[in-house]
């Protein structure tokens, strides 16, 4: 059973455009974060958050943005959508304890056309 | 830098057979490692969590074991069903990460085919 939420689950979009990716989470978890994912690819860490007022970019660059005013809502922002943004995005999150397990939700497969 | 590898990178068994998926990692202080599943297009599935006091984990018809010292972890799927296709992650929670000491670390998977 998912404890960790995302929507929309497909989302088509035209170039330009500004898109919202919403992940909730109701395991009361501190961490949270994003990973890219382009077909058959693995998966890259774009932004992660250590709690409220805390957001962190990845590994990989991304032009999106994120913001963590509450604790269990890790939105990810595209301000102008472009068909290189065409990917996978999951999110995940963990307690706050290095022992934790880091749980993900079913992601957002974003097409930019 | 910690870097994930996974071997062998494809797999095709029949239905019935016994097998092992291998992960390595390079720097040996972690916190824990997990094994994931992801079907094609879909999010992460946890399958086992090991801290890096434990030697293995087992859930059902997987096994997963841990040899922190050399690196190393490999997952066994006893009596593999087509149901078991799919991609299979390994990830890392590294000590040594800085700030990020929480994130994980990903292999680029074992894919996984079992026929009927």
């Known amino acids: 059973e998912a404890d960790i939420y995302q929507t929309p689950r497909y989302l088509v979009i035209g170039t330009g455009k500004k898109i919202t990716l919403e992940c909730s989470q109701t395991?009361?978890?501190?961490?949270m974060y994003w990973y890219q994912q382009d077909p058959g690819m693995e998966l890259h860490l774009i932004h992660y958050?250590?709690?409220?007022?805390?957001?962190e970019k990845g590994d990989l660059s991304s032009e999106s943005t994120v913001s963590r005013i509450r604790t269990e809502h890790f939105p990810l922002t595209l301000e102008s959508a472009r068909p290189s943004h065409t990917s996978q995005y999951l999110c995940?999150?963990?307690?706050?304890?290095?022992?934790?397990?880091?749980?993900f939700g079913s992601g957002t497969r974003l097409t930019v056309v | 830098k910690q870097e994930v590898t996974q071997i062998p990178a494809a797999l095709s068994v029949p239905e019935g057979e016994n097998l092992v998926l291998n992960c390595s990692f390079t720097?040996?202080?972690?916190?824990?490692l997990q094994w994931f599943r992801q079907d094609p297009g879909k999010g992460l599935t946890s399958l086992l969590l090991?801290?890096?006091?434990?030697r293995e984990q087992t859930s059902g018809r997987l096994n997963a074991s841990l040899d922190k010292s050399s690196g190393r972890s490999t997952l066994y799927i006893a009596a593999s069903q087509p149901g078991d296709s799919a991609t299979y992650l390994c990830?890392?929670?590294?000590?040594?990460?800085?700030?990020?000491?929480?994130?994980?670390?990903f292999g680029k998977g074992t894919l996984l085919t079992v026929n009927p």
């Open positions: 995940a999150s963990s307690a706050g304890i290095s022992r934790g397990l880091t749980t």
């Open positions: 395991m009361g978890h501190d961490k």
């Open positions: 958050s250590y709690g409220v007022n805390s957001t």
């Open positions: 720097d040996s202080a972690i916190y824990n």
């Open positions: 090991i801290q890096s006091s434990q």
């Open positions: 990830a890392v929670r590294s000590e040594n990460s800085g700030g990020s000491n929480y994130k994980l670390t």
